[in-house]
Structure formats: structure tokens, C-alpha cells
């Protein structure tokens, strides 16, 4: 392998970019159209890359879900390959016009959407990120440096194979897509630090590598995917209804970050509603950590109901309520007012996804209004907190910073915007 | 003067944030104006404070440009007085709604506009800045952290008494507008690592201070305010307009981010175009820094026009180009065509603002969706890009990065946004 100049490799990007931006939407849709194809065309090459990555992967004897997570197959490949027909489906957001004015001078301005340039994309041991990230790049105008985990190398060297191939067939920059085909960490840091090239530093994967990406780059960073989600229920809920809201956020998908986390409950409401919670949550083996109230109470509906397996009642410690379970488990605690869960929300959420469960109007204003996440919701599932969902076709990351985009970030997200003036000889008054 | 405790500042100022989001429009508004009469009101400790400033100012033996900066007197403190009503006077943009949608199963979304949070300030000695911020910063709902130049600091603790006398007299966290009062510069790097508390880091100074910002700093940075900006002049060009648009983009204001820094002629105008520029520009005593094309031709038109005081043409080297003059001087380069002039733009430019001026359509959208500036121009001064200029109101920085905002930056760019959703049971399907 040759060394790698990240330099070089950011300059040719930056350049690649540039033309890439003048593309137009049926250009870009074309080589999408011809990048799914040439996937399914090339699973051969691909899935033999990507056994070798299994290999070395069993070989280090690493967990399973490791090591489903790096592989593909054919169903896989076609998913994958559907995923890209889906981009190239979506509307192009470069070139929109909005926000037309004349101004008192007769000057006209509007602002125009372009790509945001180069993003800087870091990401685990996933081979099907490679491709979802090529996509949403090149239909959003956008070059991209991809820095794969290096578990999935081969899988990775492979697939950009097939990328550069679709690129040169059709006529788009090569550079466009630029690998780095290493697996030493030191060029992350070294991709962190390449403001002159890169506009935006994307990573995907768990908080350790948001926050490596935060500490040390002096880039723009997208930092999210972390999600200590809370209920607050008070006592004028409609109770069938938000048990199985409360079901569907906690055990649908708990390992990911729009999962459920803690259940604030209003006291008036806590002994009634919290046995009838444990009985439909104990259909799906959910274990509790409970505050001294929510405990008491819980201990009291001691009976598994009827159809329900397993339900395991722990106190919590205060530094319980900090941590993002990602598993069937699931904080509890009591509370007397919607400004006690207001105050809780704030000290221990991570501003992704919270909600009220309630009937009363003036509480599910005051909550909307007050509790700053990314997304906030009034009888609804936190689960809907995702690009798709929100109909947004595609998803680059969930944002819970606050700075560029915040909550699902997709296409559009992934542009910026210039003001366009026209003049006909306008000069400023002194 | 006390230790100052940057993270207990920041935590304050972050609890402040929370409840500032919740004021109303009238609340912000009142505090505002009473913020402009108590300015006039301690008009004379105002002033006795800026004159300590001052006087350690000339004993320094500083730049009188730099003693100018730094000085207030009655008119100027009017001035800043109006600027705070000014703002009063613009639209709230906390709170609004945007983006309803109703998803295929009836979740109701949108996005409702929240402020960022909190805002690190560094700026340099103009004490008017800590005033301008403050006031943008309170109607905007965000706490802000100041940081001005040491050089001001009798002068900004006096404007951050009246501020905080304002702030509790209506109710306000006092704690919204955190000063640090201490001319340690190692303040400014602890500042620019205040992640848990710190939302946006704005500076308000040269290339110097924006480059330190984005280097040391784990927080999204603003960056800006440098220029070097182009036209193009194709064959076509209105030539009697354009002399007096590259006249005001010059001369009127040669000291700022948004003035002409280099003229780009297309081959065929040259020779006829050039003399008509330098004829008028003679009468600002402007001088010119030229390829060797455009200095033959500028030699050939040797005569010093009626009117005109002095012109000094000299070769440029290449390095000429990448120099922001904030002064007199303007690059002059020919070139073949709009691509040339395009590629010159993309290499040496700063995605300020550059424009073209002509009359042909064709090279008029070429040059406007092509060329990537903050803002670009047809046929109108660079002058322009201002927030004043825009209809923004008022101007919190001009940015030349791409993420969260770009150009000239208001009250609105100082916010970010939830997404909203109601539901009524709503579960995310299987």
C-alpha cells in the first residue's frame, strides 16, 4: 500500500467538488442508477473481499454481533444497492432558490443551495456506510473523504472499487470519493485537522468517536447519535393509549439512540399507571431501574401478569439516570410536578428525543415550548425521531448539536447556501 | 479581582440561557429600551471609565486609529444607545414555526425556532461591541460570554454594570451576560474549550484572532470577515456603470471585509476598460498592483486625467493576489475568458463576495451558480454584503464558512431549531 497524502487527497477533493457541484441532478442520478447495478454486478468481487474481512474478524475471536454487523450478502448487497435507487429518487436539493427580495433599492437577492464542499466521514466497521454516504454525496453535490473501520478494510477497498469505476464510466471526478485505504488511526487525526480542504467532519459510531471527533478537529463537527430519552406522564393521561406508546419507544429497537430511556411519572398518576406499564412492558423481558417511589410502587404490582415473562426491579443510583441503556432497560422515577421532569430532562437528557404523555393542553404546550431537544413530542413515540420517518428519504446522522442542523439531517442538510444579488449598476449610498 | 471560575460562569450563564428562551418578545423588548436610557443615564461613569482606557492607550504610544477605536464620547454612546432601540424594534425570530407538516399517519410535525444557547464573544478594543452583542444577544434569547480586548476592560466593566443593573431591574438572569474581567489571555483558550456550556464561539476580529479561534477551539466556530474580493469584466459590460460600481466597491469604505480587492478583464475590454477605471479611481488616490498585461496597457494610459490626484501602478507578483489590501490598492489581472477568471476567483478568493460585471446572460448565470462566495454579484457593489445592507436589521458577524450560516449573519442566524411532534397514541410501525 502506498503512503497516503491526506493533503494531496483533500486538495484533489476540494477540486473534485468543484465540478462536482455543477453536475446536474440527472447527471448525478445516472451514476447512482449505475452504482446500484454495478454493486449487484460486482457481489462476487465484493462478498469475497468481505469474507476475508469475516476471516480476520473470527480469527480475533470478536463478538458476534461484530461480526453480523461487517457482513454482507446478497440479500444485503440488495438492500444496499435499493438504498442507492432511493437517493437517486429523491429531490435535489442544489440550486433551489428561496427567500427572493427586492430590496428598497431596486437590488434583487435571493439565496441559492449549494453543496457544502467536502465532508470528512468517520465511521465503524460497517461496509454498508460506504455506500450510503457515496450516495447521499454525490446526489447532495457534496465530495467526501471516507475513513472506514479498518476491521472492514477489504470490504471497504472493494466497494470504492466499484464507486471509482461508476465515477470514471460516468464522467464524474474519481476523486470525488476519496478512500483512505489505511488502517492507521493517526489519519483520523490527520483528517480532523484538514480545515483547508474539508468543510464538515461526519462521524458515525458511539459517543467515544463523536467526542474524539469534537476534541481534536478544528473542522465543523456533526455530533449526535446519543439519546437519554424521557417521558413525562402526568395524571390526565389516556393511559391504554400511552402504555403503548411507551411499548413501542422502549422495546421496538432498544439499541438505538431514539429508544426510550427513563419514564418520568407525575405522582397522582405513578400507582395506577406504573403496574399497567409493567404489565405490557413484561411481554418483552424489560427490567427497571427505579427511584425509591417508583420502586415502592413497583414492588406492590408484584404479580407477572398473565403472557408476561420476566421483570427485574432495581434502585437506582442518581448516576443511573446518566447513562443510555441501549437494552431493555428502563429508569423510572416520580415526580410531583411537570416542572420537577422539566428540570430532570434538562440536568440528564442529551437533547435528542423527549415527550409528554398527557391530555391536559396547557402541560403539552408548556412542554413543547420548554424541554430543548432536538425533537420533542406530545403522544407519539420517540422512535419516530429519523430521517424516513420524518420524510426525509434518507439519513446522514441525527444532530444533537445545535449549531448548522439539528435532529435528522438529510439532503438538504448536507447543503449550504449562497446570497445572490443582481444589480444594474447598484452602488452603496455612503 | 477575583479568581474568575470559567465553568462556573459557564454553568450560570447556561441556566440563564434556559430561562431567557422563555421571555416574551415585550419582556426582551422593555429590557432593551431601558438598556439604551440607563446608557445616556450613566453617560458620565461611562465615560470617566473609557478615559482610563484611553489615557493607558497613549501611554502605550498605540496607533491613534487604535486610540480611536477605543474611544467614546457622547455622540458615540448616542449612536450605540439608537443601535440598542434599533434592535428592540426588530422581529423576534424565537418562537417561530416553520416546516407543518402532517405525516401519512397523521403525526403533526414542525420546527419551531429555539436560540442557540449560550455565545462565546472574543473581540478586540471597541467597547461598542460589548453593547451591540448584548443587545442582539438578549432578543435573540441566548446568554453570552464577553470577552473584549484587554486594552477596553475599564471601559466594558463599566457597560457591564449598567447591563446587569438593566437585567435585574427587569427580572432578567443577570447571569445572561457573563463578562470576564481579566485581561488573561489564557481566558480566551479555557473560553474556546467551554464545551459543556458553550454553544457558538463568535469572534469579532482580524484573521489573527479567527484563525486562533478555530484552531483551539472543541466549539463550532464563526468564522469571517476576511476578503479579497474580484469582479469579472467581460466585453459586454455596461462600461459607464461599471467604472462607478468598482468605484464604491474601492473607494468607499477601502478599510473593510466587503471591498473590491481585484479586478479581473476580460482580454477584448481591457485595453478600452482599464483607462476609464484608472481615470475615475485617480480621483481617490488609489494605486495598482497589475499582471504584465494590465500594466502595459495602465502605462499606455500614462496621462493623468483632469481631477485626478495620483496613481502608482507596480507589477504584481503572483503572492499579490492572496493579499486582502484593506487599503487603496487594487489588483488588476487580464484574463482570456470567464474561466480563467472563474479559476483565479477559486484559487485566490476567500468566498466573501466576488461579482461579474457585464451584460450578457449567458456569463452573468454561469458566473452566479458557479463561482462559491458567501455572496455573489451581477452588476452591483460587493459593498452590499452587510446585514444592514441584506434587510437583516442588524449584523452579528459576516461569515465565510459554510456550516450553519453563511454571509451576512442576524438575529435569526443566532438561533437553531426543535422539531415538534403531536400525535395522539402515535407507534412507530414494525
Redo the contacts between chains.
Keep these: 500500500m502506498a503512503t497516503i497524502d491526506l493533503q494531496e487527497m483533500g486538495a484533489r477533493a476540494k477540486q473534485a467538488a ?1 465540478s462536482l ?2 453536475a446536474t441532478t440527472e447527471h448525478k442520478n445516472k451514476a447512482l442508477q449505475d452504482l446500484a447495478d454495478s454493486l449487484l454486478r460486482s457481489k462476487d468481487e465484493i462478498l469475497a473481499a468481505n469474507s476475508e474481512d469475516i476471516a480476520s474478524a473470527k480469527a480475533r475471536n470478536v463478538q458476534p454481533y461484530f461480526v453480523d454487523r461487517l457482513t454482507l450478502n446478497e440479500g444485503r448487497l440488495q438492500t444496499i444497492a435499493d438504498d442507492v435507487r432511493s437517493v437517486a429518487a429523491l429531490p435535489d436539493p442544489v ?1 433551489e432558490q428561496f427567500e427572493h ?1 427586492v ?1 428598497p433599492n431596486g ?1 434583487k ?1 435571493h439565496k ?1 443551495r ?1 453543496p ?2 467536502v465532508l470528512g466521514v468517520i465511521y465503524e466497521a460497517r461496509p454498508n456506510v460506504t455506500i450510503d454516504i457515496t450516495a447521499l454525496s454525490i446526489k447532495s453535490g457534496n465530495a467526501a473523504i471516507l475513513r472506514g473501520g479498518s476491521e472492514t478494510i477489504h470490504s471497504n477497498r472493494a466497494l470504492v472499487g466499484v464507486i471509482h469505476e461508476v465515477l470514471r464510466a460516468n464522467g464524474l471526478p474519481v476523486d470525488c470519493i476519496a478512500f483512505i485505504d489505511s488502517p492507521d488511526r493517526a489519519m483520523i487525526n490527520e483528517l480532523l485537522r484538514l ?1 483547508d480542504y474539508v ?2 467532519i461526519i462521524p458515525r459510531g458511539g459517543a467515544a468517536l463523536h467526542k474524539l471527533c ?2 481534536n478537529s ?1 473542522i ?2 456533526i455530533t449526535g447519535g446519543i439519546g437519554i430519552n424521557h417521558y413525562y406522564v402526568d395524571a390526565t393521561v ?1 393511559q391504554a ?2 402504555v ?2 411507551i ?3 422502549k422495546v ?1 429497537r432498544p439499541t438505538v439512540c431514539n429508544a426510550l430511556g427513563t419514564l418520568l411519572l407525575q405522582r397522582q398518576v405513578a400507582d395506577e399507571f406504573l403496574p399497567k406499564v409493567i404489565a405490557r412492558l413484561s411481554q418483552a423481558d424489560v427490567s427497571y431501574k427505579c427511584d425509591e417511589s417508583s420502586y415502592q410502587i413497583a414492588q406492590r404490582a408484584f404479580v407477572v401478569p398473565d403472557g408476561g415473562r420476566t421483570w427485574r426491579i432495581e434502585r437506582a443510583g442518581e448516576a443511573d439516570f446518566d447513562i443510555e441503556w441501549l437494552s431493555l432497560i428502563l429508569s423510572v422515577k416520580v415526580v410531583d410536578s411537570i416542572d420537577e421532569a422539566m428540570a430532570h430532562i ?1 440536568q440528564h437528557g442529551t437533547g435528542h428525543s423527549d415527550g409528554i404523555l398527557s391530555q391536559d393542553p396547557a402541560n ?1 404546550a408548556r412542554f ?3 424541554v ?10 420517540t ?3 429519523d430521517g424516513g ?3 426525509l428519504g434518507a439519513e446522514v446522522a441525527v444532530s444533537t ?4 442542523a ?3 439531517m438529510g439532503l438538504r442538510e448536507l447543503t ?13 449610498p ?1
Tied chains: 1, 2.
Excluded: C, M
Design positions: 468543484r457541484a455543477r440550486g427580495t430590496l437590488l437577492l441559492r449549494v457544502l464542499g480545515h468543510d464538515l469534537r476534541e478544528n465543523p463537527v389516556d393509549r400511552a403503548e406508546v411499548y413501542n419507544a421496538q434538562a403539552i413543547l415550548n420548554e430543548d431537544s432536538a425533537a420533542v413530542y406530545a403522544n407519539a413515540s422512535r419516530f425521531t420517518q420524518f420524510g448539536q445545535r449549531v448548522h439539528r435532529g435528522p449550504t447556501y449562497k446570497w445572490v444579488a443582481e444589480g444594474d449598476g447598484h452602488i452603496r455612503g
